[in-house]
């Protein structure tokens, strides 16, 4: 489309370390499934809008969102994130350390369900998320996110779209199914207020409301 070149272009400008991601990727069989620039760069927007301090992120791969989260924090931030492939953590803690960010990140490898419990129970808490991992989970991710999380914070989740599967109501493999729910509930769920940018495979963007 016109549009999203025209705002890549413009706006998703990458250095020499974003850029090496997707060909670092390729060269190891990993998943080409990094967020676009035009996302990379609305993550570091909000993050640095609400002046988030701790982020948690679900999903590193090469770790090209995390360089975008962290590049949004004060240098006392930091990004806790998780991901499930030692591999894959590897790799983007290679990628952090090239972006010179390798001190406000840490890595927990494992089932991101498990972490999430264990942070839990430390008494954790985040003012900014981003949830981009495997799609089935994301209504369990939502739930745990939100008890992990201080009033105001934001919370944001790729992949709303599915690549436009989620319109298709024949479709009803488990991705497809979970996020129609996940965008119902972000939508209607008095605890947060929310909005799904048309930017990417959709962004969903949520507030979590102060209790009263």
Not at 46 to 60: F, P, T, W
Not at 74 to 94: C, M, R, T
Not at 98 to 117: I, N, P
Request: charged share 30%; proline share 5%; with cysteine.
């Amino acid at each position: 489309m016109r549009e999203r070149e025209y705002v890549r272009s413009l706006f998703g400008k990458e250095d020499d370390v974003l850029k090496s991601i997707a060909p670092g990727l390729e060269e190891r069989d990993m998943p080409q499934i990094s967020v676009p620039p035009e996302v990379g760069k609305t993550l570091y927007l909000l993050a640095k809008m609400s002046g988030a301090k701790r982020v948690l992120e679900i999903g590193a791969l090469g770790g090209y969102s995390t360089i975008w989260l962290a590049r949004a924090l004060p240098e006392s931030g930091k990004v806790v994130s998780l991901e499930i492939s030692q591999k894959h953590a590897d790799f983007a803690a290679e990628n952090v350390a090239k972006a010179g960010l390798k001190e406000r990140v840490t890595f927990l490898v494992g089932d991101a369900m498990q972490s999430l419990d264990t942070l839990a129970r430390k008494g954790e808490r985040f003012d900014f998320f981003f949830i981009d991992a495997d799609k089935p989970n994301y209504i369990n991710y939502l739930e745990k996110v939100i008890q992990l999380s201080e009033p105001g914070a934001v919370i944001t989740a790729d992949n709303l779209f599915q690549h436009g599967r989620i319109f298709d109501d024949q479709d009803q493999a488990p991705s497809p199914r979970t996020i129609r729910q996940f965008n119902e509930q972000i939508a209607n769920d008095p605890r947060l207020e929310s909005m799904l940018l048309t930017i990417g495979d959709g962004l969903g963007v949520c507030r979590v409301k102060e209790k009263k």
